[in-house]
Nanobody, 125 residues
Framework: VQLQASGGGLVQAGDSLRLSCTAS????????MGWFRQAPGKERMLVAA????????NYADSLKGRSTISRDNAKNTVYLQMNNLKPEDTAIYYC???????????????????WGQGTQVTVSS
């Protein structure tokens, strides 16, 4: 499975962005999907994760209430809607997937197997 993330860019504080992640080479309908981000000099951290069914999503505290992860299995695509963006949200955002048929919306990068190339999000003040 290959993951292609898109939708990043340069925005101002308070703006919104929707990131998309489209999978190819296989279906993701049985994969837990996640978005992580990594700022310069910092560890890769979970932003949000979503199970197969779309319920019991996991959100990091930093973006809780300002982000929504969703998925469209028919389109093999996962989305991350981010609102009221802040300069501290500046990072490379990575789309990722656990191996098929594994449960758990884990916050650990090591639990995810497939990774996209990342899309840069820059928020200016």
């Amino acid at each position: 499975v290959q993951l292609q993330a898109s939708g990043g860019g340069l925005v101002q504080a308070g703006d919104s962005l929707r990131l998309s992640c489209t999978a190819s080479g296989g279906t993701i309908s049985r994969n837990v999907m996640g978005w992580f981000r990594q700022a310069p000099g910092k560890e890769r951290m979970l932003v949000a994760a979503i199970p197969w069914s779309g319920s019991r999503r996991n959100y990091a505290d930093s973006l809780k209430g300002r982000s929504t992860i969703s998925r469209d299995n028919a389109k093999n695509t996962v989305y991350l809607q981010m609102n009221n963006l802040k300069p501290e949200d500046t990072a490379i955002y990575y789309c990722t997937a656990r191996r098929a048929n594994l449960n758990g919306v884990s916050s650990s990068p090591g639990d995810y197997y497939y990774w996209g190339q990342g899309t840069q999000v820059t928020v200016s003040s």
